[in-house]
């Protein structure tokens, strides 16, 4: 809507990268001024995406989206996905409309941890185990160090659990397929302190969805405020 010049920002065209203040500063959406009271209610949700859903709003190629999994009236409030997990992935995928709480998860400053269980063609050595926690380049650019731990090995695969601070495109899988050891499932149990288990016991079902709870909302927020001590920490090897 900025891009398309609909909103405008004290009565100048609104650019992206703009700071305003609802309090004080005069916002307008096509001609209609926005007041903080208008603001919808804070919605925080957990969704176990399935695989071949795709993590976006909307899809021109009418492909099946996260939103198809979620109740018609929660895509009226502004929701969008928290990061993404591309089609063939499955696991937690944050959704909400809380654009601050977005940019802490999302910003690259912040290396929010995230872990994954993921399997592999081959059985890693343990050279190539530690080149992927050390780092990796890709794309003229090394990934920060990750914790890489092996849970299974069976016959020609293997199970590995990795912790990530950093989220660049499929970045797992770029560097399973680097490393000579290709993706075949990838999963994503935990997001920060978030994870698939409800705190009441039992597992979230895939294409089921939960609100967060209070508690869980409370703990990612000290994580936000903390979040330049994150990326001054030593990954656990």
């Not at 959406?29 to 208008?38: A, K, L, M, S």
């Not at 929010?112 to 530690?130: F, H, N, W």
């Amino acid at each position: 809507m900025i891009q398309a010049g609909q909103v405008t920002l004290n009565d100048r065209p609104a650019q992206l990268g703009d700071k305003a203040d609802p309090e004080r500063d005069i916002i307008e959406v096509n001609g209609d001024r926005i007041y903080p009271q208008q603001r919808p209610e804070l919605v925080y949700l957990l969704l176990h995406k399935p695989a071949g859903v795709i993590t976006t709003c909307h899809d021109p190629q009418q492909r099946s989206t996260i939103f198809d999994l979620l109740p018609q009236h929660h895509t009226h409030k502004g929701l969008h996905p928290v990061g993404r997990l591309d089609a063939d992935s499955t696991g937690a995928l944050l959704i909400t409309n809380d654009g601050q709480l977005t940019c802490a998860l999302t910003h690259p400053r912040y290396h929010i941890p995230k872990t994954y269980q993921v399997r592999v063609q081959g059985c890693p050595s343990a050279d190539a185990l530690k080149r992927w926690r050390q780092g990796i380049m890709l794309a003229g650019q090394k990934t920060l160090p990750a914790k890489v731990t092996i849970c299974q090995r069976e016959g020609d695969q293997t199970k590995l659990e990795v912790i990530l601070r950093e989220g660049r495109n499929r970045q797992i899988r770029r560097i399973a397929k680097q490393l000579g050891y290709p993706v075949l499932s990838l999963h994503r149990s935990k997001i920060g302190p978030v994870c698939l288990e409800s705190p009441t016991g039992g597992l979230l079902c895939s294409g089921k969805y939960r609100h967060l709870t209070q508690r869980e909302v409370d703990r990612l927020r000290p994580m936000i405020a903390n979040s330049a001590r994150y990326h001054q920490e030593e990954c656990p090897i």
